[in-house]
């Protein structure tokens, strides 16, 4: 099978792989696929989910330039995440490794 791909690829394909691997992180995409979400929507449709790995998760996505974080003024303060333009191109990805999932 012919490929583009090259050992030289094989460094950054593992990092990325191994920040997508994460407990937890797939769920928080899918989730932000569908638009911005607060953390308590986070929390609340992921049980089991800590606050502690939720802010852990979000803030490697975010020093990956996967995820932003826009903060809102007001009382109580307001937080949403959502997928930036780098992190929408994982969503393909994801597909693809669910039509792969028969292998697990």
């Known amino acids: 099978m012919e490929t583009n791909l090259s050992q030289a690829d094989a460094k950054n394909t593992e990092k990325l792989l191994h920040i997508l691997s994460s407990t937890w992180t797939s769920s928080l995409f899918i989730q932000m696929a569908s638009g911005a979400a607060r953390p308590k929507e986070f929390l609340q449709s992921n049980p089991g989910l800590s606050a502690k790995v939720l802010s852990e998760r979000m803030t490697t996505l975010r020093e990956h330039g996967l995820v932003e974080r826009e903060s809102f003024g ?31």
Request: charged share 25%; aromatic share 6%.
């Open 74 to 104: 007001g009382i109580p303060p307001r937080v949403e995440y959502s997928l930036t333009p780098e992190g929408l191109r994982i969503l393909p990805l994801l597909e693809r490794v669910k039509e792969l999932s028969f292998l697990a």
